[in-house]
């Protein structure tokens, strides 16, 4: 089984400052993944940045990255040089790679101020 | 290649209907799952599916709900008798592969139940 749990329920950031979002999580999966998804009032799913639990070194994709602390079950975002497009709802979640489910926090709205 | 589509994006039903959402994973994915997104939290999944076979369906309430992906043609998801607590967004996934590494989240069906 797995969780996942958001503990921000809102944050919010001025524009061009780094922010970051907190994640724990729990599973019984030996080989997981973890991953943060970004919800604009859209309401599209966009996957944001994923990292396998096996990767020691933490992913980054450009403005994004993460600190995946693995004993204490931790995997927070950091949004640097936040833009305003990045106000939305960030999901964190885990998958498993014997399974296809997905299960994801309960969210955290970020809001960027000009 | 086209994305995840879902159809369609809104859905209005009277308590007692029936409620069919589908969903058209993208080209050359077999895999398919589906999870409902209630106010305010976060996805929860539903059931996953791979052609003509449902793989786990350990999210999908026992009662009203049913959900299959044939030879040919979308995944539907079938509410019956559709009741208030199901007005929802239905969020469909589609991967290339088991394990659900890479899920490609369609737009979603909002659902409200009147």
């Known amino acids: 089984a797995q969780t996942v749990t958001q503990s921000q329920p809102e944050m919010s950031v001025q524009e061009a400052e780094t922010v970051t979002l907190s994640c724990t999580y729990d599973?019984?999966?030996?080989?997981?993944?973890l991953f943060w998804y970004k919800q604009p009032p859209s309401r599209q799913m966009i996957l944001v940045i994923r990292q396998e639990a096996y990767k020691q070194q933490n992913a980054t994709e450009n403005r994004f990255s993460v600190n995946f602390q693995k004993a204490a079950k931790s995997f927070s975002l950091k949004i640097s040089d936040s833009q305003l497009g990045d106000t939305a709802m960030y999901f964190c979640?885990?998958?498993?790679?014997?399974?296809?489910?997905?299960?994801f926090g309960q969210g955290t709205i970020l809001t960027v101020h000009p | 290649n086209a994305g995840v589509m879902q159809n369609p994006r809104h859905l209005v039903r009277r308590r007692g209907q029936e409620a069919r959402l589908r969903c058209s994973p993208m080209?050359?994915?077999?895999?398919v799952y589906w999870y409902r997104q209630l106010p305010e939290e976060g996805l929860k999944f539903m059931v996953y599916?791979?052609?003509?076979?449902?793989?786990?369906e350990s999210g999908m309430p026992k009662e009203r709900f049913s959900a299959e992906f044939p030879k040919e043609g979308p995944s539907i998801l079938r509410i019956q008798q559709v009741v208030r607590g199901d007005s929802a967004a239905y969020f469909c996934?589609?991967?290339?592969?088991?394990?659900?590494?890479?899920?490609?989240f369609g737009p979603g069906t909002r659902l409200t139940v009147t």
């Open positions: 996934a589609s991967s290339p592969s088991a394990g659900g590494y890479e899920q490609y």
């Open positions: 599973t019984s999966e030996n080989n997981y993944y």
């Open positions: 080209k050359g994915h077999s895999h």
């Open positions: 599916l791979q052609k003509e076979n449902i793989i786990d």
């Open positions: 979640g885990s998958g498993g790679t014997s399974y296809g489910k997905l299960t």
